[in-house]
């Protein structure tokens, strides 16, 4: 079975265009068939802060109003998007930007109000897996938006993290996938202050002893938990840490494994 790599970039790579500018150059040197994943929370906080729109985040997660949405899809879709496509086309990748609206790629339902009512935010239904790879066979690298559909014609905010590990299930039913988080930390580090005390290895076993000494906590637990769904569901490998970890001869990051 043929190799699938799903990278996935968090906001602050995102945010200084210098990182982008070097994580990009790896990306396309990143051999074999690839999709890129990316966020870009921190832009629409500042976009819509201009707008004169307050964001409103419950446990690290947006509330998304009717004009929170407007704005997240000009960014995501649009400013973000089409800048890190444009960015790639240079590097003679031949990328197209697409939302889960695009060949109904991604479809999703809004989530339902419990202790929060989160607005227009989406929990991944179904990816179609078959129709991306046909952009794949086309030799296009797809590169993913924040944004899904419902199929109703309604847009909605999905966490970038959980579209990369969904893509990831769902491709894995025509490829061996290998996904990778970058973001800004080496890996899942074991004392935050210490940016060197990378975790090299993080199975079910481990995890829970993280878990409890309440080493893993925060933003980072919904990471770890989409990883160990991905995981159950069928894709091969996933790795977390800073682009380094996209060059070979780099091991310096935590691999999760079940």
């Known amino acids: 079975m043929e190799t699938l790599k799903i990278v996935k970039i968090g906001g602050n790579i995102i945010e200084d265009e210098t990182s982008l500018n070097a994580f990009l150059k790896l990306f396309s040197n990143l051999e074999g068939k690839k999709i890129l994943v990316h966020g870009g929370g921190k832009r629409a906080t500042s976009v819509a802060l ?3 729109i307050e964001s409103q985040m419950v446990n690290g997660r947006r509330v998304t109003d009717a004009k929170t949405l407007e704005v997240i899809t000009m960014v995501y879709g649009g400013l ?3 800048n890190v496509v444009a960015k790639l086309q240079a590097l003679n990748v031949n990328a197209i ?7 109904n790629s991604i479809s999703s339902e809004k989530r339902p109000i419990k202790e929060v009512d989160f607005g227009f935010v989406g929990d991944v239904k179904k990816v179609a897996h078959e129709s991306i790879d046909k952009l794949i066979q086309a030799d296009f690298i797809p590169v993913f938006c924040a944004i899904t559909h419902d199929g109703n014609g309604q847009l909605l905010n999905t966490n970038a993290d959980t579209i990369t590990s969904q893509v990831a299930i769902g491709m894995s039913k025509l490829y061996k996938t290998s996904v990778y988080y970058c973001f800004e930390l080496n890996g899942v580090l074991e004392n935050i202050q210490d940016k060197n005390s990378v975790i090299k290895h993080i199975d ?3 995890y829970k002893y993280l878990l409890d000494r309440g080493i893993i906590a925060d933003g980072m637990l919904p990471k770890l938990e989409n990883c160990f769904d991905a995981l159950k569901n069928g894709v091969n490998t996933i790795n977390m840490g800073n682009t380094d970890m996209l060059i070979k001869a780099n091991d310096n990051f935590t691999k999760i494994t079940l």
């Open 80 to 82: 973000v998007n089409k």
């Open 204 to 206: 079910s076993k481990t």
């Open 97 to 103: 930007g697409l939302t889960g609206a695009d060949v």
């Open 50 to 52: 201009k707008l004169g």
